[in-house]
């Protein structure tokens, strides 16, 4: 099973003091440029892999969505997601992403954010989503950038200015990648940009848009923990579409 690193107490109380978690959407400094990838959710069938508290799954209801399934590994999540949802048209279900199955043909949208870069075999289910989306549905997805997971150790080097920089080796070296993020041994896993985008192609996908991206000047200005981000890119926002029939 994947690591269920979020069930961990000191992780999910560390984790619940993100800007992501409190003000939800609004607190992803990339949430706007996310909105410009996605189909009119009106009407639609949608997965959320990785859930968390289920802010997607609420905003894509709020959208007009027929139906949204939020999925996660972490009991903790799940029970935060259930207890911040009221009324209906939202279903939340504990799944091990790397075993999953769904109905075929079944879905609009599969999205996620900052979750897939935690799973050992992508191309598993990237094969399992293009059977369960219709054709042309679409795959939106957020992941950390290789060129922040390279590292071995993570972390900022200064030279003798004090100038800091953030080093990028062993990018071709993929794997698991240990890292103390709220809490001791967090695994993720260091893929290269060419294999997240091959995989999805060798599972029928249409890479229709990805974008490196990085904070703008008035972001930076408002948040200036901001800043270090215009250095490098920290994560990558793609969508791809299933071919139509």
Wanted: overall charge negative.
């Amino acid at each position: 099973m994947t690591q269920n690193i979020y069930d961990n107490p000191a992780f999910f109380e560390g984790y619940a003091t993100l800007d992501r978690s409190i003000k939800g959407l609004d607190g992803a400094p990339e949430w706007a440029t996310i909105q410009t990838l996605l189909p009119d959710l009106k009407g639609k069938n949608i997965v959320d892999l990785g859930c968390g508290y289920g802010w997607f799954c609420r905003y894509a209801r709020d959208q007009g969505a027929a139906r949204v399934l939020g999925l996660d590994v972490s009991v903790k999540m799940l029970e935060k997601a259930a207890q911040m949802t009221s009324g209906t048209g939202i279903e939340y279900r504990r799944e091990d992403l790397e075993r999953l199955t769904l109905p075929a043909q079944s879905l609009d949208l599969a999205y996620s954010s900052l979750a897939l870069h935690y799973l050992e075999n992508i191309a598993t289910l990237f094969a399992a989503l293009e059977k369960a989306l219709v054709p042309g549905g679409m795959l939106v997805f957020s992941a950390e950038h290789p060129i922040y997971t390279a590292p071995l150790q993570q972390g900022w080097l200064a030279d003798q200015t004090g100038q800091k920089s953030w080093p990028v080796n062993h990018y071709q070296q993929e794997g698991e990648r240990i890292s103390n993020w709220f809490a001791d041994g967090v695994k993720k896993q260091h893929r290269k940009l060419s294999t997240w985008i091959n995989a999805l192609t060798a599972a029928g996908f249409i890479v229709e848009k990805l974008d490196e991206w990085g904070p703008s000047a008035e972001q930076i200005a408002q948040n200036p923990a901001l800043d270090e981000e215009k250095e490098r890119p920290m994560i990558f926002l793609l969508a791809a579409r299933k071919p139509q029939a």
